[in-house]
């Protein structure tokens, strides 16, 4: 006796890398990424909306951390192509997300904070984290991320001080 299955027919989409290579990829996937880089950005703004509102003044971080070399540098632009012949460049790519200001008498507060939805980073954003800090570049860097109380519900957003988390690694 055999079985016939209706197969499901996967939708594939080439797309040209930078390097002008074609890979495929599934549509379902293209539509994913694109809805969470969406997600990404609208928290991100709503990060720096709480955080204005808090008194910080608040500025895109532009540069990032080579770790091999020690040195801070402008971050690189990318070019994000979402059709055959047109894109967008996106300049602030750097880390962390943020750079924030606060007043305090004739002295201000510098800190950094790294928008996360999950609020989970990777190991090597651990480790600029620390360098960062041991540095002294900032005098304390937060990781801002996402909770929601029920499915529907009204999102808040959530600090913890990288200082926490690697006390936690290993």
Same mark, same amino acid.
């Given at each position: 006796?055999? %079985?016939? &299955?209706?197969?499901?027919? *996967?939708?594939?989409?080439? @797309?040209?890398? =930078?390097? $002008?290579? *074609?890979?495929?990829?599934? +549509?379902?996937? !293209?539509?994913?990424?694109?809805?969470?880089?969406?997600?990404?950005?609208?928290?991100?703004?709503?990060?720096?909306?709480?955080?204005? $509102?808090? $008194?910080? !003044?608040? /500025?895109?971080? &532009?540069?990032?951390? /080579? %770790?091999?070399?020690?040195?801070?540098?402008?971050?690189?632009?990318?070019?994000?192509?979402?059709?055959?012949?047109?894109?967008?460049?996106?300049?602030?790519?750097?880390?962390? =997300?943020?750079?924030?200001?606060?007043?305090? $008498?004739?002295?201000?507060?510098?800190?950094? @904070?790294?928008?996360?939805?999950?609020?989970? %980073?990777?190991?090597? #954003?651990?480790?600029?984290?620390?360098?960062?800090? #041991?540095?002294?570049?900032?005098?304390? !860097?937060? @990781?801002?991320?996402?909770?929601?109380?029920? +499915?529907?519900?009204? !999102?808040?957003?959530?600090?913890?001080? @990288?200082?926490?988390? %690697?006390?936690?690694?290993?």
């Amino acid at each position: 006796m055999e %079985l016939d &299955s209706p197969e499901k027919e *996967v939708e594939y989409k080439p @797309v040209v890398l =930078d390097d $002008g290579t *074609v890979k495929l990829k599934k +549509k379902v996937n !293209i539509r994913r990424g694109g809805k969470s880089r969406s997600g990404g950005g609208q928290f991100e703004l709503r990060v720096r909306k709480d955080l204005e $509102g808090k $008194g910080w !003044i608040v /500025d895109k971080w &532009s540069n990032n951390l /080579d %770790l091999e070399t020690g040195e801070v540098h402008p971050a690189k632009r990318r070019f994000a192509r979402f059709n055959a012949n047109m894109g967008v460049l996106t300049i602030g790519t750097g880390f962390p =997300d943020f750079v924030c200001f606060e007043k305090r $008498g004739d002295l201000y507060k510098v800190i950094g @904070v790294e928008v996360k939805m999950n609020g989970t %980073l990777s190991k090597v #954003e651990k480790d600029k984290c620390a360098w960062y800090l #041991e540095n002294e570049i900032f005098s304390e !860097i937060l @990781v801002a991320s996402k909770i929601q109380e029920k +499915k529907g519900g009204k !999102i808040s957003v959530e600090y913890v001080d @990288v200082g926490e988390i %690697l006390k936690r690694m290993r």
